[in-house]
């Protein structure tokens, strides 16, 4: 049963990036003109299957199923290294999910005598993907904030530390 679970899984996986490969640029992005060493990526992003998702008020990306990759596609750049369309690997530290410390503070908060927990429970896990790539957020319609399902980031090109050339290679 394993064997089949993680077949599928692959499956997948291999069909949203190749859904995410055949994205269309936003024609928004025509309208600029990047800085030199600043490369607009498009991260790929796994985004769990619709019925599984859970709609909870408070609920992280992380909670909900999506997973973030250090793996882009080159949208936009005025960086002659790179060409729209280039596959760019991303730090994986930098986009790495990991179990949040603030839980274990919550946790370890006693409840007796007159003291009270008030609110809700950190979320059990967090990924360092906001607080690494949020800063470089590039919206491409500042006005009708219309991506297109894109999440697109303007990067220096310090934080890109690979071109992936052979794309089939990196699913599995």
């Known amino acids: 049963m394993g064997i089949i679970k993680e077949e599928e899984n692959q499956m997948w996986v291999e069909s949203q990036f190749k859904a995410w490969l055949k994205k269309p640029t936003p024609k928004a992005v025509g309208a600029y003109e990047f800085q030199p060493e600043h490369i607009l990526i ?3 992003v ?3 299957p619709k019925k599984s998702m859970l709609i909870l008020p408070n609920a992280t990306d992380v909670e909900k199923g999506y997973m973030w990759t250090p793996v882009a596609r080159v949208v936009a750049t005025s960086d002659p290294s790179y060409t729209v369309g280039d596959l760019v690997k991303l730090s994986d530290f930098k986009v790495s ?5 603030k839980l274990d503070e919550w946790n370890s908060l006693s ?3 007159n003291v009270e927990k008030i609110g809700q429970a950190p979320p059990p896990y967090v990924s360092r993907f906001h607080e690494s790539y949020m800063r470089y957020k590039f919206n491409a ?3 009708t904030e219309n991506e297109q399902g894109m999440k697109l980031y303007l990067v ?3 934080e890109i530390i690979a071109k992936i050339t052979k794309p089939n290679d990196i699913i599995f």
């Open 42 to 44: 498009d991260i790929f």
């Open 46 to 48: 796994l985004e769990p």
């Open 97 to 101: 999910v990991f179990k949040n410390p």
């Open 111 to 113: 409840t007796k005598g």
């Open 141 to 143: 319609s500042p006005i």
């Open 156 to 158: 220096p090109k310090f």
